[in-house]
């Protein structure tokens, strides 16, 4: 599973996305709007904006916006900034300096790493093949195609 930050920081890219006029959004207006803890929000968009996905004015008339469009920024670089990588198991971990599987003792003929090996490649696919962009276009069709469902029900 991704972590709550990275669902929250899925959120508020989202919504910078949605709402980009190319002026900066409050924090306080991105929290509100995606009902997420601004503390935590904070240093959410402080790691997106180290790792180059936003942009940040400081002062009056300040807050956060993307510095790059939401076309160029997949979904895997956003896990990548802040999960360091997505594995299914352990061993498979990017992070993983040493691939010790303490359960199997050889990784090369483990068939629980051969198979998440291969889940974790169509992970990485999806990842890195779909961008902010197109999460957004998905997110306002299925909203669209909900607007239009009818409701018999009493």
Do not use: W
Request: net charge neutral.
């Amino acid at each position: 599973m991704i972590s709550k930050k990275t669902k929250y920081a899925l959120k508020a890219l989202g919504y910078l996305a949605e709402h980009s006029t190319g002026e900066p959004i409050l924090i306080s207006e991105l929290a509100k709007e995606e009902n997420i803890p601004r503390k935590f929000l904070e240093a959410i968009l402080v790691s997106l904006r180290k790792g180059g996905i936003l942009k940040s004015k400081i002062g009056k008339g300040g807050g956060y916006m993307l510095a790059v469009p939401p076309t160029n920024i997949t979904i895997g670089r956003i896990v990548g900034i802040l999960e360091g990588g997505f594995a299914l198991v352990e061993c498979l971990n990017d992070n993983n300096v040493e691939v010790v599987c303490v359960e199997c003792g050889d990784p090369t003929c483990c068939g629980i790493r051969l198979v998440m090996g291969d889940v974790k490649k169509a992970i990485d696919s999806v990842f890195e093949s779909t961008t902010l962009a197109d999460m957004v276009e998905r997110s306002e069709l299925a909203r669209q195609h909900k607007s239009k469902i009818v409701d018999f029900s009493i």
